[in-house]
């Protein structure tokens, strides 16, 4: 009895080790916990007698180190995907070789072997020398590791360096609003630690004039000091003690109508810090307001980080939105059945009419033919079918159940193609349906896809682009092809911050919370993205509404510039045509424009001041026509008001059979499409188009557009 139980421990042991073996091989492929691998390679290295799991331990470990310093290191191939190439690599390459050692030990027997000529030589190492070759084998995998996992300045380093000043684009004149003063850390955390005292001030323009009014009218709040802790937090925004913690609102009124700034001068780092620009006009002059929001947002749910509540109250009381939605990938939802439901009560939860939007989301991921994040009007999550590429394979199909749920319902969708001309999701405009993709994600933590990525005109980039110059993937191909899809910006972050996203900074590291198990965030070094709406009110259907119309615009950050453009005084938005009576009308462009003058963020870098720093207005505006620079103007002032008139002939274009390749007979958009077309069609009916770009010397772009000029038949 006794030994029967013995073995039956025994052969419990042996399976137990297996399936902890078994685990630690998958947590190679995760992000910051691929430090489980590690450790239970190291384990297995000192806690078993035999010689083969040692073995196998130490190659576990290396596993984890190399994978985890590759998914790092190399840009060539997605994080996830170089993880999961190199551990299951190595893994393979030690099991081979196990397997012909084992042959060659068996051989010994009766054949002489290098196996017994080595094993000869390692017992003349000194002790000593060999307890040192121990040692290098067991940290040299943890030093891959920690090279790439550890960063002590994220860590460590929570101490304020500029403040972040927040007030509502458009106010009322005489009604009290909110402002939100952050202090930021190097990493654009909110800092726990600052007790700096600030001071206000205004800055005020005229609304029709632009000239500089030196006494308006308003309230501002007294000096005030912030309380905070004596150590820092990454996550200073969930310390619940009573202290401001790096956050503190307060209450403004404005009686001068205007646009104004509010200044906020610091004691801790000397400087004076701009709030974005506010337009305060009375009520019956202010027919819509701007919010702004940011659409497209990963969690937990999916390849994200942080649950679906911490990103709506993230985005709603830090990051400062007025809407968002959480757009998970229903793919990797569908691995766990009550996340849908998860997703659409937290969506539901989160909704304050008034006071703050929420829309429910899923991302549609198709690597042939472009990803769309879809949202939706109403208050229920698609869930029957659901909405993924494994159970809706095809765009038909994705489009054919959209047209099922509009026509049963009164919700209405939107599909929003975005990062278009990333090589692994190249956007393939020949099978969007313009029922449903009415806007264009420009920017996010991708990068920019306006332009192929070695256009000239493309000066931000955006990551893992085709080896070779491919048209038919940028916006702008998507116009000359005669799509009239309007411009917006979101963020697309996948580290738990939405609408204001940290990954382009050092804090996308392992160990910056929320945690995550995937390695999306170390392969996106731009800052997100958001989009300004005009809506008559803060709710779903009016922000809903506002967007299917098209009444937006864009920037490439957290800031939230005002920007304007029309011609002839057809605006963005509600068709955004401008109809003329011959091809020889002159055309009129005006663009107002007040820029953000909180500190920017760029590519891989923070947003960030220095010593009497002064915020940089340099910038140039670009109007871009028919896919090319139609002209650029230098400014140098926070407040614009540019006109410029284009008499030249209006004559359209086209993408055309010049822009296509010819396979077979049969012509496709490039190399990388499945679906013939035919080239006469792709043009724009003898239209120009027209957009703009705000290219600021700070790294910040904002975009609007395009409006469409035609000849009225």
Known sequence: MASDRNRILMVLLRMGRIILFAFGIFTTFWFFFSFIGLFIGIGCFFAFRESSW???????????????????????????TMAIMSSIAILVLYSISSTILWIWHRLERTTPSMISELQA?????????????????????????????????????NRARLLWVHAPSTVITSASFEITV??????????????????????????TSFNQIDNSSVTLPSPYTFTGQNFG?????????????????????????????ILVEDSSTGNTYYSNPIVAKTASELSTMIYWGDIHNHSELSDGTGSAAHSFFYGRYIACLDFMSLTDHGEIMLFGPSSFDVLENATNAAYAPHQFVTFHGLEWTNTDTGHYTCIFSGDELLKDPILS????????????????????????????????????????????????VKIVEVTSVHGECLFEQRHPLNYVGLIAPPPEYTNGTSIIDAFRMGYRMTIYASSDQHDGHPGHSISHTPAFVGHQRPFSVWHTRNEHPYPGGLTAVYATELTRDSIFSAIERQVIYACSDHGRPLLNFTINGVSVG??????????????????????????????HSAASVTDNWFPNWNAQIEIIKNGELLTRIGINQPLVNITYIDSETITGTSYGSESCILVNGQYYINGYSNNPI???TLNTSGADFYLVRIVGANGRYAYIGPIWVEVNS
């Open 233 to 261: 937090s990454d996550i200073a925004y969930e310390i619940q003690d009573g202290k401001d913690n790096g956050r503190h609102i307060f209450t403004v009124t404005i009686e001068t109508p205007g646009i104004h700034y």
């Open 121 to 157: 030589a390692m017992k003349t190492v000194p002790m000593n020398l060999r307890r040192l070759l121990i040692l290098v084998i067991i940290f040299s995998p943890v030093l891959m590791w920690s090279s790439v996992s550890i960063d002590l300045g994220v860590m460590f380093d």
């Open 182 to 207: 952050e202090a930021w850390d190097p990493y654009e955390r909110l800092s726990a630690t600052y007790k700096g005292t600030v001071q206000f001030s205004i800055l005020s323009y005229n609304l």
């Open 574 to 603: 509600d068709g955004s045509t401008l109809y003329v009576a011959s091809p020889s009308t002159l055309r009129e462009i005006e663009i107002t424009l007040a820029q953000d003058g909180s500190p920017a963020a760029a590519f």
């Open 678 to 680: 035919d080239p006469d």
């Open 54 to 80: 040692s073995r196998h331990g130490i190659v576990l470990a290396f596993a984890a180190g190399t994978a985890t310093l590759l998914a790092h290191v190399v840009k060539s191939v997605a994080p996830l």
């Open 389 to 436: 590429y494994l159970t809706l394979p095809t765009t038909d199909l994705l489009w054919n159940t959209l047209d099922e749920l509009t026509a049963a319902t009164s919700c209405r969708v939107l599909a929003l193609p975005h990062h278009t001309t990333q090589k692994q999701y190249l956007q393939d405009w020949t099978y969007i349906n313009p029922k449903y």
